[in-house]
């Protein structure tokens, strides 16, 4: 199949709705404690006891953190008994959380060393 001209340049420039929800989506993933949940969803499915050892937080902190990322669609969530788990929605928050900390490691990387 072959894409018009009009259909390959709507591909590659995004539109105005697009641009905000993607700002929203990296303001989410700006919180320290946000993008370590994510991370750590980015294993497994977990409850709240566990990802708040894994990120060291509060857990009615981490309640919350879960709370925003739920609401915004980031997150999904299933009744296991009393328990609820949590999940990533899609593979593409994934690769987002893990390009993000690929890149911070790579600027870690090329910092000079220390005296």
């Known amino acids: 199949m072959h894409l018009s001209a009009a259909d390959d340049a709507q591909s590659r420039t995004p539109g105005e709705e697009q641009f ?3 700002a929203e989506i990296l303001s989410l993933l700006g919180d320290r404690t946000r993008l370590t949940l994510l991370h750590a969803l980015t294993d497994a499915e977990a409850d709240v006891t566990t ?3 894994a990120c060291g937080a509060a857990r009615p902190a981490v309640s919350q953190h879960l709370a925003r990322l739920r ?3 980031l997150v999904g969530t299933r009744k296991e008994g009393r328990r609820v788990v949590y999940s990533l929605r ?5 690769r987002l ?3 993000a900390l690929n890149v911070a490691d790579h600027r870690l990387d090329d910092r000079p060393p220390h005296d």
Request: charged letters at 30%.
């Open 51 to 53: 990802l708040t050892e």
């Open 97 to 99: 959380v893990d390009e």
């Open 90 to 94: 899609d593979g593409h928050l994934r």
């Open 71 to 73: 609401l915004a669609g």
């Open 20 to 22: 905000a929800l993607a």
